[in-house]
T-cell receptor, first 110, second 116 residues
């Protein structure tokens, strides 16, 4: 069945470091792909999305490119801030269901 | 526009009791999904309701149930609570189909349930 695998955390970086959180997926057909973020004490919120191969989603300095050939949707940011500390979830949408990865906790040190 | 509202924010119950959690979706959203979040299992899908009908269900025992009202508000109920039910329960609403590009999920801040 459809699934999402993302790198295990926690990931700890210093402020202004480059961030990559890996996400790969397995799906039949052509799913849409998402990154959601969960800040402490809050629910998840949509960070960015991509609907087809080679689409690049971007928001708040974060980017992810839909790579069909490698079935990946890695999240990147060029210079992280302390305020980016959160849990990040990769997800795919197929039909009427959405499937989430297990989440990657990110700690940014000042 | 008001976001997804979940009440209460925190609950403490003892084993064997039952609990009801409430979720008010964003106005105009007809789909409501429920998730259980724990450190060990991550985010697990419980069920999804659309127009008062359960449309999808996750792999949880029958102690977990839900319903949706005509105004799209939803409740979930857990009976005969177990220690393992301690978790953050998240509700999410969407326009029609949950999590599609045109109908992304909007989450509430969750209800933190502790079972002692």
């Amino acid at each position: 069945g459809d699934s999402v695998t993302q790198m295990e955390g926690p990931v700890t970086l210093s402020e202004e470091a480059f961030l990559t959180i890996n996400c790969t997926y397995t799906a039949t057909g052509y799913p849409s792909l998402f990154w959601y973020v969960q800040y402490p004490g809050e629910g998840l919120q949509l960070l960015l999305k991509a609907t087809k191969a080679d689409d690049k989603g971007s928001n708040k300095g974060f980017e992810a490119t839909y790579r069909k050939e490698t079935t990946s949707f890695h999240l990147e940011k060029g210079s992280v801030q302390v305020s980016d500390s959160a849990v990040y979830f990769c997800a795919l949408s197929a039909g009427d269901k959405i499937i989430f990865g297990k989440g990657t906790r990110l700690h940014i040190l000042p | 526009k008001a976001g997804v509202t979940q009440t209460p924010r925190y609950l403490i119950k003892t084993r064997g009791q039952q609990v009801t959690l409430s979720c008010s979706p964003i106005s105009g959203h007809r789909s409501v999904s429920w998730y259980q979040q724990t450190p060990g299992q991550g985010l697990q899908f419980l069920f999804e309701y659309f127009s008062e009908t359960q449309r999808n269900k996750g792999n949880f025992p029958g102690r977990f149930s839900g319903r949706q009202f005509s105004n799209s508000r939803s409740e979930m109920n857990v009976s005969t609570l177990e220690l393992g039910d301690s978790a953050l329960y998240l509700c999410a609403s969407s326009l029609v189909f949950p999590g599609t590009v045109d109908s992304p999920l909007h989450f509430g801040n969750g209800t933190r349930l502790t079972v002692t």
